[in-house]
């Protein structure tokens, strides 16, 4: 006598999958640092895993962020046998990406006694991704020095970034 009865394929969970740690750049693609590992396989089934990649959850600086694989698919001899039962997640970090100010000039000056300098033009920064909203408010400028000389070095600090996008900068 026969039948016919079904063999379902076993749950797998995927264990120790990690995303790398990146420097904002504009998007949510993550890097995958360890593919991870599949708990639950029959001593000595041959099983593969593979995934198209993986995603932080938005595209903003900032620590702890969740991070999915694309998908996950398995292979091997005995793949067709197993399936995955969720998705896998991690966390990792984007940190803000360092901007560069180009073009900065002072306004030369007269003896006073005083360091303070004028700043005659803010400059512009360099770094900014795409046209994302991004500006920024001078501090102030002082030389190094309150002594006469020329070609003196001044600098600006109290920099202050505003804008939309200005808090991944």
Do not use: P, Q
Request: glycine share 12%; no cysteine.
């Amino acid at each position: 006598a026969t039948t016919t009865a079904d063999i379902t394929a076993k749950a797998l969970t995927l264990s120790g999958f990690a995303a790398a740690n990146k420097v904002y750049d504009g998007s949510t693609t993550a890097t995958i640092s360890s593919a991870g590992s599949l708990v639950g396989l029959v001593a000595g089934d041959t099983v593969t895993v593979s995934n198209a990649g993986a995603s932080f959850a938005d595209k903003n600086a900032a620590t702890g962020k969740t991070v999915t694989l694309a998908s996950v698919s398995l292979g091997g001899a005995d793949g067709s046998n197993y399936s995955i039962t969720s998705t896998a997640t991690t966390t990792a970090d984007i940190t803000a990406k360092a901007l560069t100010l180009s073009g900065f000039t002072a306004a030369n000056k007269v003896y006073d006694g005083l360091t303070t300098a004028t700043i005659s033009s803010a400059g512009s920064l360099t770094g900014v991704v795409g046209s994302e909203d991004v500006s920024f408010a001078n501090g102030s400028a002082t030389f190094g020095d309150k002594n006469v000389a020329l070609g003196k070095t001044v600098t600006m600090a109290g920099l202050s970034l505003s804008g939309a996008d200005a808090s991944n900068y």
